[in-house]
C-alpha cells in the first residue's frame, strides 16, 4: 500500500525527494516504482503473493508436539530413553502426523515452540554426595577398564 501512495504523490506533484524522506525509502526506490506504475499500470504495485516453502505442520500439531515434550516422558510413548532428544520427537512427528522431518528440521520447530535444550536447574535433595564420590573414585575405574577390554562404549 506504500507504494502506490508514494507513487501517487509523485503523480500529483510532489517531489520524489521529498517523497522518498517522508516514507523513510532507499534514494531510487521510488523511481524504480513509478517504473513499474509507468509500464503496467499502478495495480502493479500491489504486493505479490510470497513464494517459499509452505508450513509443514500446522499451528495444532506444533501445539500438540509441545504437549507431548512438556506433558510426558518419552517413555510414556514407548520409547527406552528418558529425555527428549530431536531424532525421537521426529520419530513421534513421523508416526503421528506422517511428515519425515530432519533432526534440525525439528530443532527449528521446537525452537519457535519455545523449547530449547537446558540443564536441570538443581540436583536432586535425595543425591548422597559421600555415595557419589566413592562411585567415582572405586566402581567407575572398574566399569571403564570392564568397557575398554571388550570395546565397548559408556555413555
Known amino acids: 500500500m506504500i507504494r502506490k501512495l508514494a507513487v501517487q504523490r509523485v503523480l500529483d506533484g510532489a517531489p520524489a525527494a521529498d517523497v522518498t524522506r517522508s516514507f523513510g525509502l532507499g534514494k531510487t526506490t521510488i523511481f524504480t516504482w513509478l517504473k513499474i506504475a509507468r509500464e503496467k499500470g499502478i495495480n502493479a504495485l500491489y504486493p ?20 507431548w515434550v512438556i506433558g510426558r516422558d518419552p517413555r510414556q510413548h514407548g520409547f527406552d530413553f528418558g529425555l527428549w532428544p530431536r ?7 513421523r ?3 506422517g511428515v519425515e522431518l530432519s533432526p534440525s528440521g525439528v530443532g527449528n520447530i521446537l ?13 536432586a ?3 548422597d554426595e559421600e ?8 566402581v567407575y575405574p572398574k566399569v571403564k577398564k570392564c568397557t575398554k577390554n571388550k570395546g565397548a562404549e559408556i555413555f
Open 48 to 67: 505479490k503473493a510470497r513464494t517459499g516453502r509452505n508450513r509443514t505442520l500446522s499451528y495444532l500439531e506444533g501445539q500438540e508436539i509441545k504437549h
Open 111 to 123: 525452537r519457535c515452540l519455545g523449547l530449547t535444550p537446558r540443564k536441570p536447574l538443581r540436583r
Open 87 to 93: 531424532q525421537i520427537v521426529a520419530d513421534l512427528i
Open 125 to 127: 535433595y535425595e543425591r
Open 131 to 138: 555415595a557419589v564420590q566413592k562411585w567415582v573414585a572405586e
Open 95 to 97: 508416526e503421528r502426523f
